[in-house]
């Protein structure tokens, strides 16, 4: 069973940085799936915000994260760690941060693996 534990949310100002991370294990390899970060905002639907394909590590950003958020992942034996690395952060980047997996790859309508999130609240 695959199961996703994400860490690093928590309180930072206007500007400040974050490194959120996400622990991706299974009884089986990973190399070949997709993890990607999406966030959901009190009252807002859930977004995608970033998302790294399988072992050839193309990365995919939200347009509202571009130049600001870097994912990034390190594969271990049946373990995946997936970072993203938050600056600049701005109130409106407050929300739920969620990250998943999917074997079909970034580019899906829906991932079918989940964490149970982690909250950042950006505010003065």
């Known amino acids: 069973q695959l199961q996703l534990v994400e860490s690093g949310g928590g309180f930072v100002q206007p500007g400040g940085s974050l490194r959120l991370s996400c622990a991706a294990s299974?009884?089986?390899?990973?190399?070949?799936?997709?993890i990607g970060w999406f966030r959901q905002a009190p009252g807002k639907e859930r977004e995608g915000v970033s998302c790294?394909?399988?072992?050839?590590?193309?990365?995919?950003?939200a347009d509202s994260v571009k130049g600001r958020f870097t994912i990034s992942r390190d594969n271990a034996k049946n373990t995946v760690y997936v970072y993203l690395q938050m600056n600049s952060l701005k109130p409106e980047d407050t929300a739920v941060y969620y990250c998943?997996?999917?074997?079909?790859?970034?580019?899906?309508?829906?991932?079918?693996?989940w964490g149970q999130g982690t909250q950042v609240t950006v505010s003065s």
């Open positions: 998943a997996a999917e074997r079909a790859g970034c580019l899906v309508p829906t991932f079918r693996s």
């Open positions: 299974a009884g089986f390899s990973l190399d070949y799936y997709a």
């Open positions: 790294i394909s399988r072992s050839d590590g193309i990365t995919y950003y």
